[in-house]
């Protein structure tokens, strides 16, 4: 509660007005059910038809002004609303996108993106109901009783009895809630995992034939997610058919004691008349209290999961550059590094050292999960090491601001995104970039000619993820992005794969050539896509196995060896 509480402060002027409008409102609608038994007991027996018209028209206006006073409290509450959760989904974003790599591996993208959606869903319907039905449902249980007080404290005394019975039930039950509402958002998370793997996985499942199986996948996390949202839903709704019949029983009380009463003498006709509508009204109160108290359970629920997103605590600060420089001409250093994804799990990298200096080229390459990304994700500090250090410049990449260090970067991830935008924004990306650089980028990685023949040629509009382009022209446009702002390094991680190795080979010698002042980073399955770099580190198991140039790799490193005669045949 204190996040939507902290996230409303800032609008408090606005959400008091639309408050104290909608008190005005409801007190106007309390004022109807009181004139129009004034009018039955006091006017009509006057059997003065102009006071009639007369205070049927006060009646009326009472009931317009109530109208107009709620419909503007109920515009001003969903606006407030909507702010509010605007702010609220731009920091939950920007804090998502600044989350360290173990932070981010810790809630997981289906958690994350539930959070961003249907928890903040949640916390919004809360914020535009508290401000309206908030006011209105305590306003007509409170008010309503008070005026049947003043009417007729006797038949008054019935509703008190009744509404205090209910208010417990309410309370006690609600406090179930909260919990139950916190597993149906983890089971949403589940069901966003699986629905996000089959979507982006669809051709792996189809190709392999398993449809059935995803699908009972999908049925278990569905069937879990059913169960849960079921209990809570039941758990939350007991009060509303407990305080309908309590009521109605109440009405029931209400009507008999009001006849034998009005049988008696001691009240009007008119004042049953106005204590059905004001039972009504508490009637109404009480439900939309209820429904109130539900969506509170489900607000806190996900506020506080969207909470645990906002209130993690960086935990990749900037270090003093005092202590943590090193003596050396060289570009990129790897001083003794160890890194493990969990810590205290198996190490992904050990004692990897080495060197580069400005505009040399390093080609990285050894089997699957010997840690040739986990290289580059040190290097760029999305992680840190848990032992040894990494420079840039001579410094470590601990001291540098996360804009600034990566800044330095160009980058071509093997899984990279192509988003749906302009190939010319895709290959600027935000960064401001002239024309004339993007088609310089463009020539280099060798899709400037395809672009060419496009229709609207730069102003081709890709699809989500480039679901309109083939393989090798995704990674030509992001290889493109990479070089596009002249980085200082130029890491390029598997993004040839899709290549022929005519086209990834002029690739290459473009690069050298335009874009021979930045450092390059080679990550490569091919032999052939690495044998020319000043450099070449071959990992295995997360080791460094081998290190120097093609010749010396083949003379001295088996493993490098093997993996150029499965590819090229016999080693000369």
Known sequence: MNLIIRYMKVRAKRIAACMTIKTLGTLSELMIPYILEHIIDDVVPTGN??????????MAAVAMVSRLFNVSANRIAAYTGQDCIRRLRHDLFRRTINLSGRQFDRFGLPSLTSRMTSDSYNVQDFMVSSQSIGVRAPMMLAGGI???MTMDPVLAGILCVMVPVLGVAVFVITRYGIPLYTKVQASVDQVVRI????????????????ENYERERFHRANEQLTGDDIRASITMATPGPMMQMALNIGLTLVVVVGAYRVNSGEIQPGVILAFLTYFNMILQGVMALNRVFMMASKAVASANRIDQVLQTPEDQAVLPTEGHTMETGAHIVFDHVNFSYHKTGEQCLTD?????????SLGIIGATGSGKTT????????????????????????????????AMFGVAFQNDTIFNDTLLENISFGRGLGETQVRQAAVCANIADYIETLPEKYEYWADIKG?????????RILIARAVAARPDILVLDDSSSALDYKTDASLRRAIRTDYGDSTLIMIAQRVSSVRNLDHILVLDDGRMIGYGTHEELLRACPVYQDIYQSQMGDIA
């Open 146 to 148: 008070i005026v049947t």
């Open 375 to 406: 290289f580059v994700n040190l290097l760029m500090r999305f992680y840190d090491c848990d032992r040894g250090a990494v420079y840039i410049n001579g410094r470590d990449v601990r001291t540098y601001d996360k804009d600034v260090l990566r």
């Open 467 to 475: 679901a309109n382009l083939s393989g090798g022209q995704k990674q």
């Open 49 to 58: 038809l102009q006071r009639v018209i007369l205070w049927g028209i006060a």
């Open 352 to 360: 990897i050292s080495l060197s580069l200096g400005r505009g040399e």
């Open 195 to 210: 629905l996000r793997e089959n979507i982006t996985g669809v051709r792996v499942v189809k190709a392999l034939t398993k």
